[in-house]
C-alpha cells in the first residue's frame, strides 16, 4: 500500500479557475507538508499541519488554503489559478513536526495552468 | 534565499565510479538530511546525519558533515546505472520546524 498518496496525479486546466489536490498518508504520522517544485527542480515548503494544526505557513498567496480534516489528510485548495501556479506540487508526511526526522513524500501532482 | 546550495549542479560518470556531491548550507542545523527524486517521481529519505556526527555510512553511501564549514558530503561508491537521479541535502535550521532543501545535483550514470 502506497504510504503517501496524492490526488490528481496530473492537473490541467485554465487561468482562473479554481482547484483542489487531495493528500492522505497511512503512516500514523501526526505532521503533514506542502512542498512547490518549480521548473529549476527547486523544493519549497508551503505549509505544514501537525495534528491538523497549521503551523507552518511560508508567505503563500492566500489564493491557496490547505485544509486538514484529520491528521492522515491535508488537502490544497487553490483559488483563482495563475500561470505562475504551474509546478509540481508534493505531500509530505513525518512523525513529529519539524525537520528532525525522515519525511515521506508522495509521487506529486503535475499541475499546469494554461 | 535558499539555505542549501549542491554543488555540482550536473554531474555525468561511468557505472562503477564512485559519485561525490556537496551540499553547503549557510545557518547552523540540527540535523540534514540527503533525498533522492528519480524523474518524475516523489523524494525518498537516503540518509540522515546529527550536527554532533561527522560521518555515517549506509550501504553504498557515505555522509560527511562539517559544520564549522557548513558543509556536508554524499559519496556513492560502484555507482550503477539505477542510481541516476537528482539528488538533494535538506537542513533544519535551529528553532525552525521545516526542512529546507538545496538546489540538487542531477547525477547521470552510464552504463
Known amino acids: 500500500d502506497t504510504a503517501v498518496s496524492q490526488t490528481p496525479k496530473y492537473l490541467v486546466t485554465q487561468m482562473g479557475n479554481d482547484k483542489s489536490i487531495k493528500c492522505e498518508q497511512n503512516l500514523g504520522h501526526d505532521t503533514m507538508y506542502w512542498y512547490k517544485q518549480d521548473s529549476k527542480k527547486f523544493l519549497k515548503i508551503m505549509f505544514s499541519?501537525?495534528?491538523?494544526?497549521?503551523?507552518i505557513n511560508e508567505t503563500v498567496p492566500n489564493r491557496f488554503s490547505p485544509k486538514s480534516p484529520d491528521k492522515a489528510h491535508l488537502n490544497l485548495h487553490i483559488n483563482s489559478l495563475e500561470l505562475g501556479d504551474s509546478a509540481v506540487y508534493f505531500c509530505?508526511?513525518?512523525?513529529?513536526?519539524?525537520?528532525?526526522?525522515?519525511?515521506?513524500f508522495g509521487p506529486g501532482t503535475r499541475l499546469l495552468v494554461l | 534565499s535558499q539555505q542549501g546550495e549542491e554543488d555540482p549542479q550536473a554531474l555525468s560518470i561511468q557505472e562503477g565510479e564512485n559519485a561525490t556531491m556537496n551540499c553547503s548550507y549557510k545557518t547552523s542545523i540540527n540535523n540534514l538530511q540527503w533525498y533522492r527524486q528519480n524523474s518524475g517521481r516523489g523524494l525518498v529519505h537516503l540518509i540522515l546525519i546529527r550536527s554532533n556526527e561527522r560521518e555515517k555510512h549506509s550501504g553504498r553511501l557515505r555522509v560527511t558533515l562539517d559544520t564549522s564549514k557548513k558543509s556536508s558530503s554524499l559519496l556513492i561508491t560502484a555507482s550503477r546505472a539505477a542510481d541516476t537521479a537528482s539528488y538533494f541535502c535538506a537542513t533544519d535550521p535551529d528553532s525552525s520546524y521545516k526542512l529546507i532543501f538545496g538546489s540538487g545535483t542531477r547525477l547521470l550514470v552510464r552504463p
Open positions: 499541519y501537525n495534528n491538523k494544526e497549521l503551523i
Open positions: 509530505a508526511s513525518s512523525q513529529v513536526r519539524g525537520g528532525q526526522e525522515t519525511q515521506y
